[in-house]
């Protein structure tokens, strides 16, 4: 391993090269600007990346020649450039990913990582994101780092020896935090249903965002959950140290906390630094269907952007233009149907920002299904709880234009009966 600075380490990226870069906020953004500084010495250098932080500067019109962005998942400094084409969209699930670079279905030529210094044992930590960067890691033929002192070391997949590293680069930056702040009285109120049907014992997964953080405020009374999920946030870690989160229940893990990503702010991290209770484990292992499965009472609650008459769910996009990504709502909207006890919940509210209705008769033009009608079971809004398993389509339209904004049920109604007939 060589240590030297973030100019001298990405003089190795080459033209035609495919860059893997460490995820959300674990995003190298000292080596991200190195390597854009360059675009006028490279052509066509492709990138791969989940959700990540920071400027995202590769996706500059200008530098079009030089590279070209391949998202596995959307995020809020790579929509525009997606939505313009100037980048593109790979949808595929989380849990899928380590497999796509460990079988070299995308050959990894550089991945750009951001870890915690190496210890005594010369071991370093991927720190707040494991997730599918271990296996990018692993399998890329060039390895660069940040050592960032700021960076939490992590127990679990995420331990790798500086002999697995190329070239390294000393920073002292904060990590990226987020922090969704106080709660909207709607997002409370469906946070309250969500969490009426949540059971003592249950082992959770949650995604992130007002309505995630809401449900978990409202399980201060409840006992005994564990955790499983793809990401941990801080609304998590209060419940943990409420001692709600005990993990006694769990199969697989028991009194662990596994997840692969953590994305919160420095409290969190702090949390997470050195704490043997969590452990940050490969997204392929984490979302996989045949693990999540084994604990008992998995509830899995995600969002969406729309959901159909039938059941449909898009999470993706907004009619033909890309927002988000699959991730990994289907790997646990099946694993958590497949639990014993286990419950899979869709979380959104009623109306958009606009007034529209997120309960539809038809998804827009171009959405994306991320989980199918024959997938979805639990859908919730503001407006109460609509459990559409083993039920019929008039049925499922029923219960659905029942959590709808009273201000849109007529419609969606009478659209239903031209559809189906009388519901």
Do not use: W
């Not at 932080?53 to 400094?77: I, M, R, T, W």
């Not at 953080?213 to 140290?241: P, Q, R």
């Not at 990504?325 to 899979?344: T, Y």
């Amino acid at each position: 391993m060589k240590m030297v600075s973030a100019e001298e380490a990405v003089k190795v990226i080459k033209s035609n090269d495919n860059v893997y870069l460490h995820s959300a906020v674990a995003t190298p953004e000292q080596l991200v600007d190195a390597m854009v500084a360059r675009h006028a010495e490279l052509e066509n250098v492709n990138l791969y990346h989940m959700h990540i932080e920071g400027k995202a500067a590769f996706n500059n019109p200008l530098y079009q020649n030089s590279f070209k962005d391949h998202c596995l998942f959307v995020s809020n400094n790579t929509r525009k450039a997606v939505q313009s084409g100037i980048a593109d969209y790979i949808p595929i699930f989380y849990s899928e990913v380590p497999r796509v670079f460990r079988n070299g279905i995308i050959p990894l030529d550089v991945a750009l990582m951001h870890l915690s210094p190496p210890d005594k044992h010369g071991n370093c930590s991927l720190g707040v994101s494991v997730d599918c960067s271990l296996a990018a890691m692993q399998s890329a033929k060039i390895v660069i780092a940040q050592f960032n002192k700021l960076m939490p070391r992590t127990h679990g997949d995420g331990v790798v020896h500086i002999s697995k590293i190329d070239y390294a680069v000393e920073v002292n930056d904060p990590i990226f935090e987020v922090d969704y702040g106080q709660p909207s009285e709607l997002e409370m109120q469906i946070g309250k249903n969500v969490a009426s049907i949540i059971e003592d014992g249950a082992t959770l997964q949650m995604g992130v965002g007002g309505i995630p953080n809401c449900v978990l405020a409202c399980l201060t009374n409840h006992k005994k959950l564990g955790i499983h999920t793809e990401l941990f946030s801080d609304g998590l870690m209060g419940l943990v140290e409420k001692g709600v989160v005990t993990g006694e229940f769990k199969r697989k893990h028991r009194g662990k906390i596994v997840s692969g990503l953590v994305m919160g702010t420095r409290k969190l991290y702090d949390f997470v630094d050195d704490n043997p209770q969590v452990a940050m484990l490969d997204i392929g292992y984490v979302n996989d269907t045949a693990v999540i499965r084994q604990n008992q009472k998995v509830t899995a609650i995600n969002s969406a952007i729309e959901v159909d008459m039938f059941g449909q769910v898009c999470a993706d996009s907004i009619g033909l233009l890309q927002y988000s990504g699959v991730g990994g709502q289907m790997d646990f909207i099946r694993g958590a149907m497949l639990s014993e006890g286990g419950k899979p919940i869709i979380a959104l509210p009623s109306i958009t920002a606009k007034g529209e209705s997120k309960i539809v008769n038809f998804l827009k033009h171009g959405a994306g299904v991320v989980t199918t009608r024959a997938h979805t079971r639990f859908v919730i809004t503001e407006y109460g709880v609509a459990d559409l398993y083993a039920k019929n389509l008039k049925q499922r339209a029923k219960a659905l234009i029942n959590i709808a904004h009273p201000m849109h049920r007529e419609n969606l109604e009478i659209e239903a009966i031209k559809v189906l007939g009388k519901i």
